[in-house]
């Protein structure tokens, strides 16, 4: 028996084990998402933390063996002879070559299947010509769900709830319930985009894009602009408020509801004579 071949082989696959459980802990201790605060936000997380798994594990093997060959490969004080002729491995090529394409395909098809979970409609959440049918038409089978209207401007937004015709500056929406945003921008090229939610999205003048996404824990979740739209684009933030649901009823009674009944009873201005 060859001890030092067995030796080599033990100590290979310690190696090989103690990468694929680091690299496990870490995909799921790397702090490096901030809180989940949406259904969305689980499967890209999920995602996020498979991608970070494999990568963490291609990045310890070769900087493992970086680290063994300038040991094992250093050059002998006094030699000065060139190293020996290699001409290549097939196998070996047949095998750095197979795994990549193998994890790059994986990780293409988790990608595609999330994708298809988050699409909106026939979409697929990515948007369509000016004269694409309403949300309410091709994406809200149920109508349970809630439909805002979410409009982008230079330097601000404004939000309008399916159902009511004044506009207002908050975004509350209630936890557990499905919401469907339809985007808009009044003027230039703008990006909606709740870090908490894992979701974002371009908002193109002349277009209707839109996302959906359910909210799962209340609280108070940064909105902000992810696309440079100018000077001041840096203040372009806003907060999306999660509420308990009998709370967001309580807040469209008082912010909607009312405002829009006192628009209702405005009298129109008198025709000039």
């Given at each position: ?20 459980l ?9 702090g ?31 900087q ?22 290699i ?40 948007g369509?010509?000016?004269d ?22 230079q ?22 319930r ?18 908490a ?24 979740y ?15 933030n ?17 912010e ?18």
């Open positions: 028996m060859d001890v030092g071949k067995v030796t080599t082989r033990v100590v290979s696959a310690l190696f090989g084990v103690a990468i694929i680091i690299s496990i802990w870490y995909g799921g201790n790397s490096l998402l901030p809180v989940e605060g949406s259904e969305e936000s689980r499967m890209i997380d999920s995602l996020f933390r498979t991608m970070l798994i494999i990568a963490t594990a291609i990045f310890l093997f070769v493992g063996l970086l680290v063994y060959s300038l040991f094992k490969f250093r050059q002998k004080p006094g030699d000065t002879t060139d190293g020996p002729p001409h290549g491995s097939i196998p070996l090529e047949v095998l750095w070559t197979a795994i990549p394409t193998a994890l790059v395909l994986y990780v293409s098809i988790l990608s595609y299947d999330v994708s298809g979970k988050l699409a909106v409609g026939g979409s697929g959440g990515l369509c010509s000016v694409c049918p309403l949300v309410e038409q091709v994406a809200n089978p149920t109508g349970k769900e809630l439909i805002v209207d979410v409009i982008a401007q330097y601000g937004w404004t939000f309008q709830y399916s159902g009511y015709s004044t506009e207002v500056g908050e975004m509350h929406i209630p936890a557990g499905e919401v469907i945003v339809n985007l808009k921008s009044k003027d230039v090229l703008h990006a909606f985009w709740v870090p939610f894992r979701v974002k999205q371009d908002i193109i003048p002349g277009r209707i894009t839109r996302l959906k996404f359910t909210a799962t824990k209340t609280g108070e940064p909105l902000r602009c992810a696309e440079l739209c100018g000077a001041y684009h840096g203040i372009m806003s907060v999306v408020y999660v509420d308990e649901p009998k709370a967001f009823e309580a807040w469209v009674n008082k909607l509801a009312v405002k829009t009944a006192q628009v209702a009873r405005v009298p129109a201005p008198l025709a000039l004579k």
